[in-house]
């Protein structure tokens, strides 16, 4: 096999995601034949060369695993915690190829989560726009003008978000929204609704591009079934800006 670079390399065999692995490269965690590499631009060949981190040997898996997890509330979504808290690894029982989380849903957000150590398939999920859908309890309704803008985009941190879809689903002096984004930025849809001075009580996902949470419960999670994996592998269909749907 040609010489890929490291953090394809550990995210391929199941280690991390790229940008996890690029993280435990820079920290000097990783060593190619004995010797520890900290450059991102590194090589190797994974069938040659002797690839540890942490002093243990990386090899790519020898069966491919998928699953979905109803994350819940006060839960991490990493492979471990420096702070003790309780990850979403603590709910994978049973399973004895290592995964880690595809993307991340924050400490008081619950909903659908995805694991594997496919490499591929989780920088292809993370890296196109499959859109994603929320459910979001907030502190008091978003006027006609304020909807409006955040369906078109908002400014956060000096970059325009990209089109959302917007509906309210259940009208109340704390109301319920339905959200669906493309993109994943850190806590996005806190801040957009922040920026209307609401703030989000309770934050679900629900699903991921045709995968949807189903009646998971919080803690509990299930392997994808072949059609959902091909489905999950497909390319993602653009919709038109200003598309009747996004509105």
């Known amino acids: 096999m040609p010489e890929e670079r490291l953090q394809k390399i550990l995210s391929r065999a199941g280690v991390a995601s790229r940008r996890k692995a690029e993280v435990?490269?820079?920290?000097?965690?990783?060593?190619?034949?004995?010797?520890?590499?900290?450059?991102?631009?590194?090589?190797?060949?994974?069938?040659?060369?002797?690839?540890?981190?942490?002093?243990?040997?990386?090899?790519?898996?020898?069966?491919?695993?998928?699953?979905?997890?109803?994350?819940?509330?006060?839960?991490?979504?990493?492979?471990?915690?420096?702070?003790?808290?309780?990850?979403?690894?603590?709910?994978?029982?049973?399973?004895?190829?290592?995964?880690?989380?595809?993307?991340?849903?924050?400490?008081?957000?619950?909903?659908?989560?995805?694991?594997?150590?496919?490499?591929?398939?989780?920088?292809?999920?993370?890296?196109?726009?499959?859109?994603?859908?929320?459910?979001?309890?907030?502190?008091?309704?978003?006027?006609?003008a304020q909807e409006e803008q955040f369906r078109a985009g908002i400014v956060l941190e000096g970059r325009r978000t990209a089109p959302a879809y917007l509906k309210i689903v259940r009208r109340a002096e704390n109301p319920w929204y339905e959200v669906r984004i493309t993109e994943g930025r850190k806590n996005q849809i806190r801040m957009m609704f922040k920026n209307f001075g609401k703030l989000v009580e309770k934050l679900k996902r629900v699903r991921i591009g045709s995968l949807e949470l189903g009646r998971l419960k919080p803690g509990e999670f299930r392997h994808l079934t072949p059609r959902e994996i091909a489905v999950l592998n497909k390319p993602p269909i653009r919709k038109p800006r200003g598309s009747k749907e996004a509105r």
Request: some cysteine; hydrophobic content about 40%; aromatic content about 4%.
């Open 24 to 144: 435990l490269i820079a920290e000097g965690r990783v060593t190619v034949n004995g010797v520890a590499v900290t450059e991102l631009g590194s090589k190797a060949d994974l069938d040659t060369d002797h690839i540890k981190l942490d002093g243990k040997l990386v090899r790519a898996p020898s069966h491919l695993v998928y699953i979905a997890i109803n994350k819940p509330i006060n839960c991490v979504t990493t492979v471990s915690d420096p702070e003790g808290r309780s990850t979403v690894m603590d709910l994978i029982h049973g399973l004895k190829q290592r995964v880690y989380p595809v993307g991340r849903l924050d400490y008081h957000s619950e909903g659908l989560l995805l694991l594997t150590n496919d490499g591929d398939f989780a920088n292809r999920i993370m890296a196109t726009h499959i859109e994603k859908s929320y459910l979001v309890k907030v502190t008091g309704t978003l006027e006609a």
